[in-house]
């Protein structure tokens, strides 16, 4: 939607001071430059790119020249000029510059433009006076006109741009969990977004309580997050793809061609508890495994999402939970054979609680006999005269890595975790 033309009548001036204005809009390049100096001060100014920096200086410049000819012929501006000028502010939306520092440039240049022509009137009162009475006030009345074009058209492409990014958004979330065998459409959706479908990616699963909020404050909230994410996993923001999903707010962060997915686990998980220890409403952040694909976006945020749910069941404090830290136990939870078969080595010595209770100490005390009795307040012999009554019932040896192992995930899936 096109904003309001500029409509803003230019006074009369006299000829002494049309002649001085007339050689400062011949060659306005010191009040242009002026402009430009204190914007690249501002803070959404001081970062950009040479690129981005000469379309802003086109800008400053096509207002300044807009402003003399406007005073010196009278000429409103064209429909064109003022597209352009609505243009800009859509530009600086997908620039990053934020809205205050737009409007702020606005005032330098309202500023500068005063300064520049008052130094025309130099020491000739009459010409003084007749600025601050006659120009000063068409002055301040062009630049408001411009700054409300700018913000309007500035704030409606944002409207447009979040609009746009949540379609685009939904038909990527359709595409990973409801089609991720479709990969033309998950790399439409990316493409879309801007954003490279080939890198790979680890999800982190938010669990804040967000399934008692109403849509649109949740959406605030994700936001809200999303910038939280960005600052803690010092990623960019724009880089970031955040849903909801199954009750939580999935974001899946990217990582880097060739990385390993162990050292991207063991990163994402250090960031993950400096976003928890910084924001206390969350109850627990999962950190899933380095994926690539609609398919392994998808399985990286069940994952985390899974290492959310036994996170909250456990009583350990811990709100960091990896998958990696249980992707054994759940890989071997969906084989249901080799699930029975652990369980049943449990059940074999369930009938005495007194080896359940001492093979639960012994791993619970890292497999250290001493601290094990100690726990159980039994004589050191009575714990290994039982550790070898529970080697003999199971044919066993707890000095096997691969018994130690398979003992440890039968007691996690016997009683250990309490989980499903």
């Keep these: 939607m096109a904003g309001t033309p500029l409509l803003i009548t230019a006074p009369r001036i006299s000829p002494r001071l049309r002649e001085g204005l007339t050689a400062l809009a011949n060659d306005p390049h010191l009040p242009i430059e002026r402009v430009y100096a204190s914007l690249m001060k501002l803070e959404g100014y001081e970062a950009l790119p040479p690129a981005i920096r000469d379309d802003i200086f086109q800008s400053v410049e096509q207002l300044a020249r807009l402003w003399f000819r406007l005073l010196l012929t009278g000429s409103q501006p064209a429909e064109p000029v003022n597209a352009e000028i609505e243009e800009s502010a859509r530009r600086r939306v997908h620039q990053s510059v934020p809205l205050q520092a737009l409007l702020r440039a606005t005032q330098i240049g309202a500023r500068e433009v005063w300064q520049a022509s008052v130094e025309v009137a130099g020491e000739e009162v009459h010409l003084a006076r007749e600025l601050a009475l006659t120009v000063a006030p068409f002055l301040f009345e062009f630049f408001e006109g411009i700054a409300q074009t700018l913000a309007q058209a500035y704030v409606e ?31 439409m959706a990316m493409s879309a977004l801007g954003l490279d479908a080939s890198v790979p990616r680890i999800a982190i699963a938010l669990d804040a309580g967000f399934e008692a909020l109403t849509s649109e404050i949740r959406r605030r909230e994700s936001e809200r997050y ?94 960091v939970a990896r998958y990696s830290d249980i992707a054994l136990e759940e890989t071997v939870r969906t084989a249901g054979d080799v699930t029975r078969y652990l369980v049943s080595l449990i059940e074999q010595i369930r009938a005495d609680s007194d080896l359940l209770a001492t093979l639960t100490a012994f791993y619970a005390n890292g497999r250290r006999r001493r601290p094990t009795a100690d726990a159980l307040g039994i004589h050191l012999n009575t714990l290994n005269y039982r550790l070898e009554r529970i080697e003999k019932m199971l044919g066993a040896s707890l000095d096997d890595a691969q018994w130690i192992a398979r003992l440890d995930l039968a007691l996690k899936l016997a009683h250990g975790t309490g989980r499903e």
């Design 157 to 187: 492409e944002q409207l447009h741009r979040a609009n746009w990014r949540e379609a685009n958004l939904y038909q990527l979330h359709a595409a990973i969990f409801h089609s991720p065998d479709d990969h033309a459409s998950f790399i």
């Design 226 to 319: 999303a910038l939280a994410v960005s600052r803690h996993f010092r990623i960019e923001r724009e880089t970031i793809v955040h849903v909801w999903h199954r009750g939580r707010a999935i974001f899946w962060l990217p990582g880097q061609r060739g990385d390993l997915a162990a050292q991207s686990d063991l990163a994402a998980s250090q960031c993950a508890q400096n976003l928890v220890n910084a924001e206390a409403r969350l109850r627990a952040v999962g950190v899933g495994l380095l994926n690539e694909g609609a398919a392994g976006w998808a399985a990286s945020a069940n994952e985390a999402i899974r290492a959310v749910e036994v996170s909250l069941r456990c009583t350990n404090g811990a709100r």
